[in-house]
C-alpha cells in the first residue's frame, strides 16, 4: 500500500516514523550476538546456539496484558503494562522449561502517539534485558475506526 493510501484510510505516517526511530535504541540495548539484524524488517533474525542442548525444543507464547491498558491509559503510566507483557510471556514459557530468547510485540491503537508507545516499547526492553532477551522486532498499528481514539491495545510474542 502506498503512503498516500495508508494516510487517506487516517494513518498517521509521521507518527509511525517517529516511533521506529524513538524505539530503536531500546530493542538494540536487549540485542545479544545471537540476534543477527536491527529492526526495520518486517521479521526478527535469531542464531539458535545449539551446543548447550542435548535434545533442543522451540517453546513459544503470546500474550496481552487485558485490562491493564485501561488502567494505564487512566493513570498516564504505560512503562509498566511493557513490563507485564514481557513477564506474562517469560512465565508462560517458563512453566514449560524454557529460556526466554527473543521477544517481538504488538501496539496498535486509534492514533499512534509515540510517547506512549515509546514508554510501553521502553517497558519492554527494560523487561527483556532483565530476563536476557533480545527485543527482535515488532509491530505498531494505527488503525482509525477500528480503536476508540485515546485507547490501544498490547501484545507480545516470545520463543525460548
Known amino acids: 500500500m502506498t503512503r498516500s493510501l495508508y494516510e487517506a484510510a487516517g494513518v498517521n505516517l509521521r507518527?509511525?516514523?517517529?516511533?521506529?526511530?524513538?524505539i530503536k535504541d531500546?530493542?538494540?540495548a536487549t540485542h545479544s550476538k545471537q540476534v543477527l539484524h536491527g529492526i526495520?524488517?518486517?521479521?526478527?533474525?535469531?542464531e539458535l546456539d545449539v551446543r548447550n542442548y542435548k535434545n533442543p525444543v522451540i517453546v513459544t507464547s503470546i500474550d496481552g496484558v487485558g485490562t491493564k491498558v485501561m488502567i494505564a491509559h487512566m493513570m498516564g503510566v504505560h512503562d509498566t503494562i511493557g513490563q507485564d507483557l514481557v513477564n506474562h510471556c517469560v512465565n508462560d514459557i517458563?512453566?514449560?522449561g524454557a529460556e526466554p530468547m527473543f521477544f517481538t510485540d504488538?501496539?496498535?491503537?486509534a492514533q499512534l502517539k509515540p510517547s506512549v508507545v515509546y514508554d510501553i516499547v521502553?517497558?519492554?526492553a527494560t523487561a527483556c534485558k532483565a530476563v536476557g532477551c533480545g527485543l527482535v522486532g515488532g509491530e505498531t498499528a494505527e488503525m482509525p475506526g477500528v480503536y476508540v481514539p485515546g485507547n490501544f491495545d498490547v501484545?507480545?510474542?516470545i520463543t525460548g
Open 15 to 22: 507518527h509511525s516514523d517517529e516511533v521506529t526511530d524513538k
Open 26 to 28: 531500546l530493542a538494540f
Open 40 to 46: 526495520g524488517l518486517f521479521s526478527g533474525f535469531y
Open 94 to 96: 517458563a512453566v514449560c
Open 106 to 109: 504488538y501496539i496498535a491503537a
Open 122 to 124: 521502553k517497558g519492554v
Open 155 to 157: 501484545a507480545g510474542s
